[in-house]
């Protein structure tokens, strides 16, 4: 369990965006299909950066990564009591094989700076073959223990969120939380966009 940057950022947990877009692990010569101008696609070469390789063992200890996680949190709030509350995004297939990670996911809302409390947000990549379901305010609709579980561990989004998830076409209430069951790519990543959106839109 550690970090998963490769190259010049190797075993480092946190970095500022500026450092990860300047020093990828590695950067791969790549083709992607453009408009020609007369109706057709031509293939264009392209530099596409790496900043780490996925890897996929020992199935999923959650409870073991959000105790890392909580860590990293304690040391952060240390430092920035003051700041806007870290926000942890959780992508996972939702089916723990270390224990419930109900308990030390409060732990980690429970954790807060001046400003409130820290939020969790969970991606739940399922194989269940479901519809998907952005910013859920219930659990009841949701296929699955996992999926519930996952649920009860999410953040209610805070109103500033609720607001640009509106902005975006989502139905959203008072009571939606930061929970993303079974989207798509698209989806995901416009779920990861409101997620973290900055604050001064609040």
Same mark, same amino acid.
């Given at each position: 369990?550690?970090?998963?940057? *490769?190259? /010049? ?14 020093? &990828?692990?590695? @950067?791969? +010569? ?52 003051? *700041?806007? /509350? ?14 419930? &990670?109900?308990? @030390?996911? +409060? ?96």
């Amino acid at each position: 369990m550690g970090p998963a940057f *490769s190259g /010049p950022l190797l075993g480092k947990d946190l970095v500022p965006i500026s450092e990860i877009a300047n020093n &990828p692990s590695r @950067i791969e +010569e790549r083709t992607k299909k453009i408009e020609d101008g007369a109706g057709g696609l031509v293939d264009q070469t392209i530099k596409f950066p790496i900043w780490f390789d996925s890897v996929a063992v020992n199935g999923t200890p959650m409870c073991k990564a959000f105790t890392y996680v909580m860590k990293i949190l304690e040391d952060w709030l240390n430092e920035y009591p003051n *700041s806007y /509350p870290p926000i942890v995004i959780n992508i996972t297939d939702g089916e723990s094989t270390d224990g419930t &990670p109900l308990d @030390i996911s +409060e732990s980690i809302k429970s954790l807060s700076t001046s400003d409130g409390n820290v939020l969790l947000f969970n991606v739940h990549l399922s194989s269940h073959e479901s519809n998907p379901i952005l910013f859920a305010d219930s659990s009841e609709n949701l296929p699955d223990e996992y999926a519930k579980l996952l649920f009860e561990m999410s953040s209610t989004l805070p109103e500033y969120m609720q607001n640009v998830a509106k902005m975006e076409g989502h139905s959203i209430s008072s009571s939606s939380r930061g929970f993303v069951f079974n989207a798509d790519p698209v989806s995901v990543i416009q779920f990861l966009d409101i997620g973290t959106r900055p604050s001064n839109l609040r």
